[in-house]
């Protein structure tokens, strides 16, 4: 099933996360995910809705997925004031975001792990 980026506006959640590539973990390959995330994050300045981490997540996870790599998504929020934020992650290496950020948030839902 191929993922579908330009499908992502206006999709209710659970959609995104059913058709979302689920692959198993393998946290020794945690070095090559982060080179895929480093090398993903140089071409979005080119992909439209950059600065939504919903966005970014659904196609980082499509884009390892593509490279056989798998990887857990996150979906997190904090309460005062509410906001909430989603980033990748294989084991304790975060691919998408950074500690500062992602420590404000509590997961509320993990999915792919």
């Known amino acids: 099933m191929a993922f579908e980026a330009w499908r992502i506006p206006g999709r209710p959640l659970r959609a995104l996360i059913a058709r979302s590539p689920c ?19 140089r071409w979005m300045p080119w992909a439209p809705g950059q600065g939504q981490c919903l966005y970014r997540a659904c196609l980082l996870r499509a884009h390892l997925a593509s490279r056989g790599l798998g990887s857990t998504w996150i ?27 992602v420590a404000l948030y509590t997961p509320i839902l993990v999915i792919g792990a």
């Open 23 to 41: 692959l198993p973990l393998r946290y020794d390959r945690a070095d090559d995910a982060m080179a895929e995330a480093r090398l993903f994050d």
């Open 75 to 101: 979906f997190g929020v904090r309460t005062w004031p509410f906001s909430a934020h989603c980033w990748l992650q294989v084991g304790d290496v975060l691919l998408d975001d950074d500690l500062d950020r």
